[in-house]
Nanobody, 128 residues
Framework: QVQLVDSGGGSVQAGGSLRLSCKAS????????IKWFRQAPGKGREGVAS????????AYADSVKGRFTISQDNAKNTWYLQMNSLRSEDTAIYLC?????????????????????WGQGTQVTVSS
């Protein structure tokens, strides 16, 4: 099973930037989907961004489009979430997750319950 380690969170002022990392150990198949989720206090888990490893195709929640970018470094088995123009409402614990996909599956459409592998989470705090 793929094991994931999240890192890169911190505290920033509104308008600032952070880059989160998600590093995988173990064998990562090309047919995997990597998705970043976040959970704010008192709120449900929310999908933020996803990337299909094989094609590199990405998708984003409307709330982060144009501000966040998900990318991958296959040689390092590492995925990144570049977060720019951060807002106070982006404050949350961010977690990356991995799941294998069938060719017909949508990576973005996978809900949290479909992901067997999770990072430990990294806290992002944005102050206004």
């Amino acid at each position: 099973q793929v094991q994931l380690v999240d890192s890169g969170g911190g505290s920033v002022q509104a308008g600032g930037s952070l880059r989160l990392s998600c590093k995988a150990s173990g064998y990562t198949y090309n047919n995997y989907c990597i998705k970043w989720f976040r959970q704010a206090p008192g709120k449900g888990r929310e999908g933020v961004a996803s990337i299909r490893i094989a094609s590199g195709s990405t998708a984003y929640a409307d709330s982060v489009k144009g501000r966040f970018t998900i990318s991958q470094d296959n040689a390092k088995n590492t995925w990144y979430l570049q977060m720019n123009s951060l807002r106070s409402e982006d404050t949350a614990i961010y977690l990356c997750a991995a799941t294998p996909l069938r060719p017909i599956d949508s990576c973005w459409a996978q809900e949290g319950e479909r992901f067997p592998s999770w990072g430990q989470g990294t806290q992002v705090t944005v102050s206004s």
